[in-house]
Antibody, heavy 123, light 107 residues
Framework: EVQFLESGGDLVRPGGSLRLSCAAT????????MTWVRQAPGKGLEWVSA????????YYAESVKGRFTISRDNSKNTLFLQMNSLRAEDTAVYYC????????????????WGQGTKVTVSS | DIQMTQSPSSLSASVGDRVTITCRAS??????LAWYQQKPGKVPKLLIY???TLQSGVPSRFSGSGSGTDFTLTISSLQPEDVATYYC?????????FGQGTKVEIK
């Protein structure tokens, strides 16, 4: 069974940094694009960043561009999100999600989601 | 960026009712539209992708239609387990914007 396990969420002060990880089990993730989606408390879903299967192409929401970096280690079936210059508005549960098909590059619907890791930015 | 607008924001319907949720894109997105269901405290679940392709394992009472800018998610006969918030999402290109969500309750 395909599963994702996120980790790295924590309480951090404004201006701080965190690195989120998403480890895949049960399949070979390098075949699929991966995406980070976040959900602030009581709010809707927000697309954050996506990465192509090879890692050669990356994409970001305007709200995180220049502060967050998505990457992947295909040898370890792991996705990362380096988060710098964190702000209170980055407080959210962060989900990693797998693309449903192999044909849409980095842009696709998401069929499998991790359980999420909570990031709280507060002084 | 293309904006995704869902309507209504919430609805209350009886068990067995036909429920329709609409999603409108501010520019054409072909058929690159997905629908998700999120129950309270749970992870989002993919229902529909490609505007009308039912994800494996999703009950057939769920269906999607549309192309370009206007899309619809229909629940043909609302069941108690369908209580959730539903989101549309475009995925033609970055950013993969979500709609604001539609909360579905049982009357």
């Amino acid at each position: 069974e395909v599963q994702f396990l996120e980790s790295g969420g924590d309480l951090v002060r404004p201006g701080g940094s965190l690195r989120l990880s998403c480890a895949a089990t049960g399949f070979t993730s390098p075949r699929y694009a991966m995406t980070w989606v976040r959900q602030a408390p009581g709010k809707g879903l927000e697309w954050v960043s996506a990465i192509s299967p090879s890692g050669g192409s990356t994409y970001y929401a305007e709200s995180v561009k220049g502060r967050f970096t998505i990457s992947r280690d295909n040898s370890k079936n792991t996705l990362f999100l380096q988060m710098n210059s964190l702000r209170a508005e980055d407080t959210a549960v962060y989900y990693c999600a797998k693309s449903v098909t192999l044909v849409r590059g980095a842009f696709d619907a998401f069929d499998i989601w991790g359980q999420g890791t909570k990031v709280t930015v507060s002084s | 960026d293309i904006q995704m607008t869902q309507s209504p924001s919430s609805l209350s319907a009886s068990v067995g009712d036909r429920v329709t949720i609409t999603c409108r894109a501010s520019q054409g997105i072909n058929k690159y539209l997905a629908w998700y269901q999120q129950k309270p405290g749970k992870v989002p679940k993919l229902l529909i992708y490609g505007a009308s392709t039912l994800q494996s394992g999703v009950p057939s009472r769920f269906s999607g239609s549309g192309s370009g800018t206007d899309f619809t998610l229909t629940i043909s006969s609302l069941q108690p387990e369908d209580v959730a918030t539903y989101y549309c999402q475009k995925y033609d290109t970055a950013p993969g914007t979500f709609g604001q969500g539609t909360k579905v309750e049982i009357k």
